[in-house]
């Protein structure tokens, strides 16, 4: 059954503090489910706390994937339930550094730390709703609904992206109790490209370009698939 997203975050939250144990800290997520201590915090309260944490991603990507794979290391209670993927399924949220688009040049801007909801996946290439186009209060709002199961965005969401311009051809594959830390990140990173040289958008700017067309909507059901195993699909569900 769907569930909001802070009755989703104290059930996460709920369960470290009943098993007795301290989270190691090895990620973003679970640093940020240890400082609320299982307690039931306020909306300002996780975007001043996620953005005070997630300040060291944001010039060093590498060390959020990092984190990531030190914890799929990690056994137990302390690990949280994000993946590493090498391909994208239909129903999943990613988070990923692109480089270098194809159409770079004949885009306005772009973004190279991309939050990327799947809704259609091939092997080469994928097409998703970008939730970082999206201003932060309705960014929620968004996400709320498709925890719901309902894809209800503005249509200039919608991108598409190519594996083999993904850094590493890693991308996080993140959990749905994670999802309202996720859309508070601030490490959405807008540029621009003008004959190879990168020039950085204005988050602000980039949202009011959104907000200008925003109730021409995409809506759609969510449908989720997973890579073979039952586990794949209900940490999307």
Do not use: C
């Amino acid at each position: 059954m769907a569930q909001g997203f802070g009755e989703l975050q104290r059930k996460a939250s709920a369960n470290i503090a009943k098993a007795g144990v301290t989270s190691g800290g090895n990620t973003l997520f679970e640093k940020v489910k240890q400082a609320a201590g299982g307690e039931k915090k306020s909306l300002q309260w996780y975007r001043a706390t996620t953005k005070k944490l997630s300040m060291q991603y944001k010039t060093n990507f590498d060390k959020f994937i990092r984190d990531e794979r030190k914890d799929s290391m990690d056994d137990g209670i302390n690990q949280d339930m994000n993946e590493l993927r090498r391909w994208t399924v239909q129903g999943h949220m990613y988070l990923f550094e692109y480089k270098d688009p194809v159409t770079a040049a004949k885009l306005r801007y772009y973004d190279t730390y991309p939050l990327v909801y799947v809704i259609k996946s091939t092997k080469e290439e994928f097409w998703g709703i970008n939730f970082h186009y999206i201003g932060i209060k309705k960014r929620i709002v968004a996400a709320s609904k498709l925890v719901q199961g309902r894809i209800d965005v503005p249509k200039s969401t919608v991108h598409k992206y190519l594996l083999k311009h993904v850094d590493q051809q890693l991308l996080l594959d993140v959990a749905i109790n994670e999802w309202d830390t996720v859309v508070l990140l601030p490490i959405e990173n807008f540029v621009r490209d003008l004959s190879g040289l990168k020039f950085p958008i204005r988050r602000e700017d980039v949202w009011e370009d959104t907000d200008e067309n925003f109730y021409q909507k995409y809506k759609a059901s969510r449908i989720i698939k997973g890579y073979g195993t039952s586990q794949s699909i209900e940490m999307a569900r």
